[in-house]
């Protein structure tokens, strides 16, 4: 059973000072499907090759079975993010050409 984690993830906030009046914020639910933890997740515009701050911040881990809210308010106007995930084994994942704009949840499979 899925337990959505409460407070837990009010460091999933990325808010980086004050933004322009054109950029956005976005909030989609990521899910951990996959049998590790997930111990970081960057996000970056794709047109952009720095990674942003640890999203999951002093939270830590999201558990395999759990999800959480997370938002995206960076600055951006772009929709098109990349994203890299960092399991517990130390594994990562990059997952390119995210539309945010159109993410409603995200899950993180093995």
């Not at 951990?32 to 830590?60: I, K, M, R, V």
């Not at 098109?80 to 409603?104: Q, T």
């Amino acid at each position: 059973m899925k337990t959505e984690l409460l407070g837990a993830f009010a460091a999933l906030a990325f808010v980086a000072g004050v933004a322009p009046a054109a950029a956005q914020t976005v909030e989609f639910t990521l899910i951990n499907e996959s049998s590790q933890a997930l111990h970081y997740f960057y996000t970056s515009p794709s047109n952009d090759n720095n990674w942003g701050y640890d999203l999951l911040g002093d939270s830590g881990t999201l558990e395999s079975g759990y999800n959480g809210t997370v938002t995206i308010g960076d600055g951006s106007e772009e929709c098109i993010y990349d994203f890299k995930f960092v399991m517990d084994s130390g594994a990562e994942l990059i997952e390119p050409g995210i539309d945010i704009c159109s993410l409603g949840s995200y899950t993180i499979t093995d």
